[in-house]
C-alpha cells in the first residue's frame, strides 16, 4: 500500500507542477497534457469516453522522480503510479465535463486505467463510461476537459484528435471551438506563480469546447 506521502505525490499534476517549477517568474500553466478523446456511441446515444492524455517530459520526470524504473520493476511501477493518478481523479471528476445544454452528464468509475512511457513522456489511457447511455440531440451536447487551476493546460492539438466511433460518425460531427480569454485574463493567468492560491474559475476560460452536432436516427 502507498504511503500518506506518496499517494500525496500523485494528488494531480497541479501539486506536480507547483514542485517542479519553483522559479516565481513562470505563468500558468506550468504542465501540458496532449490529449485525444475517443466518443463512443451509436445512431442514437453516446454510451462514454475513452482518453489518451500525454504528459509533457517534465512532468513526466517529475511523476516517476525516486521510482524504481529498472526493467524487473518498471511495469509494477508504472501500474503503481497509474493507479494512484486514476484514484485521486475520482473527486475531480477525471476533469471531464459533459453536458446537455447546462446539464451535467453523469459517469461511472473510469475502467481500464494504463500508464504508459514512450522515451521521456508518459501517457495514461482510460475508459469513462456514462452512468446510462445519453440520447443523441440536435446540438446541446458538449465535452470539456480542464484542471480547474489551470496549473495545467489540457488541450486537443487538431481537431482530429477527437475520434467518433464509426456508428457515431454517420450521424453526428465534432466541432472543436477554442477559447477567447480577454487581455486581462490572460494577463492575471501570466502573472501567477506556481505557489499562488488557486483560482478555479481560470482553467475553464482557457479551455477548448467540443460541441457535437447530430441529427440522430428515428
Known amino acids: 500500500m502507498l504511503s500518506y ?119 495514461l489511457t482510460f475508459d469513462l463510461p456514462l452512468s446510462k447511455p445519453q440520447p443523441l440531440t440536435k446540438d446541446s451536447l458538449k465535452v470539456l476537459i480542464f484542471e480547474p487551476s489551470y496549473y495545467v493546460d489540457m488541450s486537443w492539438k487538431k481537431s482530429k484528435d477527437v475520434i467518433l466511433d464509426p456508428e457515431l460518425a454517420a450521424v453526428c460531427n465534432a466541432e472543436m471551438i477554442e477559447p477567447n480569454p480577454t487581455p486581462e485574463q490572460m494577463s492575471y493567468a501570466m502573472s501567477l506563480p506556481p505557489d499562488a492560491d488557486p483560482d478555479n474559475a481560470l482553467g475553464q476560460l482557457f479551455t477548448q469546447t467540443v460541441r457535437l452536432h447530430c441529427k440522430p436516427s428515428s
Open 5 to 123: 506521502g506518496k499517494k500525496m505525490k500523485f494528488r494531480w499534476l497541479s501539486i506536480a507542477a507547483t514542485l517542479l517549477y519553483s522559479s516565481a517568474g513562470l505563468a500558468h500553466p506550468h504542465s501540458w497534457i496532449d490529449m485525444k478523446t475517443y466518443i463512443h456511441g451509436t445512431e442514437q446515444q453516446i454510451t462514454g469516453f475513452t482518453m489518451e492524455w500525454t504528459f509533457d517530459a517534465m512532468t513526466s520526470a517529475y511523476m516517476l522522480d525516486g521510482e524504481d524504473m529498472s526493467p524487473d520493476h518498471k511495469a509494477q511501477t508504472l501500474k503503481q503510479v497509474g493507479d494512484s493518478v486514476m484514484h485521486n481523479m475520482i473527486n475531480e471528476h477525471y476533469f471531464t465535463y459533459f453536458y446537455n445544454g447546462e446539464q451535467p452528464i453523469k459517469y461511472k468509475l473510469a475502467e481500464n486505467g494504463e500508464l504508459t512511457q514512450n522515451r521521456t513522456k508518459l501517457t
